[in-house]
């Protein structure tokens, strides 16, 4: 029974298009996170979303969208897709507070051509 | 210089051999620290989970906290192929609402 799952697995897309991620979890967790892995492994954190905040890293450009239908879900959407966004993109979520850790998915490889 | 410094190998011992990865950190408020295992085309997984300092052994893994020397550690006893991957520190505290902060991680390959 997957704790955090995400679809799809793999998505290939030509520049300039719109596309979605989701993302749900069963694990009761009330924060959830969206998370890019570049080429080298670094874990980049994207947002961080509970019921009551949205977290934003200023440095993600505003053509990524986090969109919260409730709590057990957080989809990515992803306009206008550039080669740089090419990356591993991980759903995560956590207790409140997040201080016992993360459970993270399998993550969605992107890859603009 | 960054928050969480972690090389990031590759490290490649042989089987059985002990292992020892290290993360420095520059924030003394840090308070929860974390060892995440991550394997090929896979997403990470919680390995160890230590709050202030001192160690937790879990089976063939120990993870050490010198919060004086801002100084972590992950050893891996009686190592196996199976855990050849990369591993990844991370720390946190309340003050910056436990938001994560991520060694680079280091790459691991235990050799049969």
């Known amino acids: 029974d997957t704790a955090v799952s995400q679809t799809p697995k793999y998505l290939v897309t030509q520049m300039g298009n719109d596309k979605s991620i989701k993302c749900e979890q069963n694990l009761g967790h009330d924060t959830m996170y969206w998370y890019k892995q570049d080429s080298k492994k670094f874990l980049k954190i994207m947002f961080s979303y509970n019921n009551k905040e949205l977290i934003i890293n200023e440095t993600v450009p505003n053509r990524f969208s986090p969109k919260s239908p409730d709590k057990a879900h957080l989809n990515l959407h992803i306009n206008s897709l550039e080669l740089g966004d090419s990356a591993v993109y991980f759903c995560?979520?956590?207790?409140?507070?997040?201080?016992?850790?993360?459970?993270f998915g399998s993550g969605t490889r992107l890859t603009v051509v | 210089q960054k928050e969480v410094e972690q090389d990031p190998g590759p490290l490649s011992v042989p089987e059985g051999a002990i292992v020892s990865l290290n993360c420095t950190y520059s924030n003394s408020a840090f308070q929860y620290f974390m060892w995440y295992r991550q394997y090929s085309r896979k997403g990470p997984e919680l390995l160890m989970y230590?709050?202030s300092s001192g160690n937790k052994e879990d089976g063939r893994f120990t993870a050490q906290v010198d919060k004086s020397s801002k100084y972590i550690s992950l050893f891996i006893r009686d190592s196996q192929p199976s855990d050849s991957a990369t591993y990844l520190c991370a720390m946190s505290d309340e003050d910056s609402n436990y938001q994560l902060i991520w060694g680079a991680g280091t790459k691991l390959i235990i050799k049969p």
């Open positions: 995560a979520s956590s207790h409140l507070t997040g201080s016992y850790g993360y459970t």
């Open positions: 230590t709050y």
